[in-house]
């Protein structure tokens, strides 16, 4: 069983940082590609960024120079650093890892940026 568990997330002003991370456990492979959505009240689900396991990234162009994804696939972990954050961020973070046979989601975790 694939399991997703996030940390990190909260309140910040705007301009601020803050930093997520995504445990993954179970059988899965540091090819897999994994990375973070965001849903903001309202809106659809976004990809914010995205790593495959050579470390080649995507980004959302409303993040780029502004978030950073890595990971470590020893630990079967994704992270997230957020810098510069601006109201516009505010959402629930979800992470996400891509297997062949499903995509797997964590819980979610706020991040609320306040102007």
């Known amino acids: 069983q694939v399991q997703l568990e996030e940390s990190g997330g909260g309140l910040v002003q705007a301009g601020g940082s803050l930093s997520l991370s995504c445990a993954a456990s179970?059988?899965?492979?540091?090819?897999?590609?994994m990375g973070w959505y965001r849903q903001a009240p309202g809106m659809q689900r976004e990809l914010v960024a995205a790593i495959n396991g050579g470390g080649g990234t995507t980004y959302a162009d409303s993040v780029k120079g502004r978030f950073t994804i890595s990971r470590d696939n020893a630990e079967n972990k994704v992270y997230l650093q957020m810098n510069s954050l601006k109201p516009e961020d505010t959402a629930v973070y979800y992470c996400?890892?891509?297997?062949?046979?499903?995509?797997?989601w964590g819980q979610g975790t706020q991040v609320t940026v306040s102007s």
């Open positions: 996400f890892l891509v297997l062949p046979q499903n995509d797997y």
């Open positions: 179970g059988s899965i492979s540091s090819i897999n590609p």
